[in-house]
Structure formats: structure tokens, C-alpha cells
């Protein structure tokens, strides 16, 4: 992945820990990067193994590691950096819904050898479901985040389930989010 997403983990590890914390976890993973370039793209293996070393290191699951990571992502990193792309892409979660399928299409410009997931959604009564496709494993968690994440920025209460996932089955992962 684009070194963006590995400076992204560096900030919330800094944000939430210290900078020390964040060598630790880059020794642990055997790392030897003394900063990631946000336009050049990494091994996705890098970030995996920055994820279980974070996991070792902090004593967290990886799933609340990838969780409080799409969240620090939509709140943060995005903000910062991509704030007109988050406006243009919606002004309520449910506009936001409509044109997430759209939106790493946008940032391809910018990055062209992104490898982006795919979204689709279909909104329902009360709600809208929310089909991930990705070539990666392991990554819906940070899916729950990266919605929660963009629920708190709309001030929106939203609930979401896992309806479907590769885990269990299926080809792709189903999230269903009801607006409470
Ligand atoms: C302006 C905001 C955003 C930017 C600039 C952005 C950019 C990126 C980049 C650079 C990657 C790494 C992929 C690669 O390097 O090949 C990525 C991955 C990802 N993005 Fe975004 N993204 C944004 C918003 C979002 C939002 C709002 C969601 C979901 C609600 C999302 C979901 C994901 C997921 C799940 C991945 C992990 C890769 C995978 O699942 O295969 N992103 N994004």
C-alpha cells in the first residue's frame, strides 16, 4: 500500500502512545524505514506486519488495532489532507453512502498504482448496505472503523452489522447500518 497509509499508523501511534512506541513496533516488525514516502508505494506486507507488531507491542487485537486505525483515518489523516475530496464525496452520511463506490476512483488520479477495495451500496428504509470487495484479507475491521469514523463526522448514530464475509463463506463482506 501507498506509504500514506503506513505514515497514517506512525500518526496514531504517536498520537495515542509516543514516538518511542512507534520505533518499538518498527523493530519488532524488523523494519528498518526511518520514514515512508506518502506518493511510493510499499509491500502490502509491510503494513501487516506493522499491524502485529503493534499488536505485540501495545497489547491490543488486530481488529481494534484496524478498527481505532479507520477511524484515526476518515477523522485525521483524510481530513488533513483529502478535506475538499470528503466534502465533494458527501455532506451527510447518507449522500456520503450514495458515492462511496466513486470515491477511490478519485484518488487514483493522485496515486496510480492504487490497488483500491471496491464498495457498493444499496440504501433501504431506516438504512443501507454496504458490500466491500477487496483483494486484501483481514481488512474489515477497519471498514467498521473507517464507517464509524464517518458517522461521528456527520453526527450521525449509526449501528452496523456484519451480515456477510469471507470468513463465513461468502465472497465479499456485507455490512448492514441502521440508522438509530
Ligand atoms: C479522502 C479519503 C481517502 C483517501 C485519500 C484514500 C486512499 C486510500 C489509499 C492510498 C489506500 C491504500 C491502497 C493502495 O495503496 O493500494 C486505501 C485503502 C483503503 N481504503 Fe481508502 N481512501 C480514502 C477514504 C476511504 C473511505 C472513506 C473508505 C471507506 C469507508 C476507505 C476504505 C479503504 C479500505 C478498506 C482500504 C484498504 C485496502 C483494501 O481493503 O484492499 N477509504 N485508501
Not at 5 to 32: L, R, Y
Not at 99 to 115: D, E, G, I
Request: hydrophobic letters at 40%; glycine letters at 6%; a negative charge.
Amino acid at each position: 500500500m501507498y506509504g500514506l497509509v503506513n505514515k497514517a499508523v506512525e500518526q496514531m501511534v504517536c498520537s495515542h502512545f509516543n514516538p518511542e512506541t512507534w520505533e518499538a513496533i518498527k523493530q519488532h516488525a524488523g523494519i528498518d524505514i526511518t520514514s515512508f514516502v506518502s506518493l511510493r508505494p510499499y509491500p502490502d506486507e509491510i503494513t501487516y506486519q506493522l499491524v502485529d507488531a503493534a499488536h505485540h507491542t501495545v497489547n491490543l487485537s488486530h481488529a481494534d488495532i484496524l478498527r481505532a486505525f479507520g477511524r484515526y483515518w476518515v477523522l485525521y489523516t483524510a481530513t488533513e489532507g483529502y478535506g475538499e475530496l470528503l466534502n465533494v464525496t458527501g455532506h451527510t452520511f447518507e449522500e456520503f453512502m450514495e458515492n462511496l463506490p466513486n470515491l477511490h476512483t478519485r484518488v487514483s488520479f493522485s496515486y496510480p498504482q492504487l490497488v483500491p477495495p471496491t464498495f457498493e451500496t444499496e440504501p433501504f428504509d431506516g438504512g443501507v448496505l454496504v458490500h466491500y470487495y477487496s483483494e486484501r484479507q483481514g481488512l474489515a475491521p477497519m471498514v467498521v472503523g473507517l464507517l464509524e469514523g464517518l458517522a461521528e463526522r456527520f453526527n450521525t448514530s449509526i449501528a452496523i452489522e456484519l451480515i456477510a464475509s469471507r470468513e463465513a463463506g461468502d465472497d465479499h463482506e456485507v455490512f448492514r447500518i441502521d440508522y438509530k
